[in-house]
């Protein structure tokens, strides 16, 4: 397989660390939020605003679904965090190509996540306990989607993109 899909909660790296792993590789980019939102025309908390969480869910299938027909090969993809929720989803990531789920703890998640006002999933005055309610959630999740997990915690961006090229090239 040569396309690479990163899963996890928001602020796990996905993004900043798949940009950088995919110059490495030399393989495209693109974050499914990102297409979502050029499609649209609108950010994430507006269609959130707009429309609803359940449309959001359905656009990101829509998205995978279209990767998955048009045979992209040499793709790095980085994933909203809910995506992997819908089972489809997960069948549509393995399809797509090698799942890598980048792990982190709560409080570290948090720590990266706490200032940001453009996700409308932590809208809330309890972040961290919000953060840790979802996590629980979505943690058995994510290692069921995943071929392999990457602990973030203690790594800078560049050791994560390593970990991710390492992956890439051993598949």
Do not use: H, W
């Not at 990266?112 to 961290?128: C, I």
């Amino acid at each position: 397989m040569s396309n690479i899909c990163l899963i996890g909660y928001m602020g796990s790296g996905k993004s900043s660390a798949g940009r950088l792993a995919a110059d490495i590789l030399k393989y495209d980019f693109d974050d499914t939020d990102d297409i979502i939102v050029r499609r649209e025309g609108i950010s994430i908390p507006e269609i959130f605003e707009k429309n609803g969480e359940s449309y959001f869910r359905g656009l990101e299938t829509g998205t995978l679904k279209e990767l998955c027909e048009s045979n992209v090969s040499k793709m790095l993809l980085s994933t909203g965090g809910g995506l992997p929720v819908r089972m489809e989803n997960r069948v549509l990531l393995k399809k797509f190509g090698r799942v890598i789920y980048l792990r982190a703890r709560t409080e570290t998640l948090y720590e990266r996540v706490k200032e940001d006002r453009g996700r409308p999933l932590l809208e809330t005055d309890d972040k961290l306990g919000r953060i840790r309610q979802m996590l629980a959630n979505r943690d058995p999740i994510y290692r069921e989607a995943s071929d392999c997990i990457i602990d973030t915690d203690d790594m800078v961006l560049a050791q994560v993109a390593k970990e991710i090229v390492n992956i890439a090239k051993s598949s």
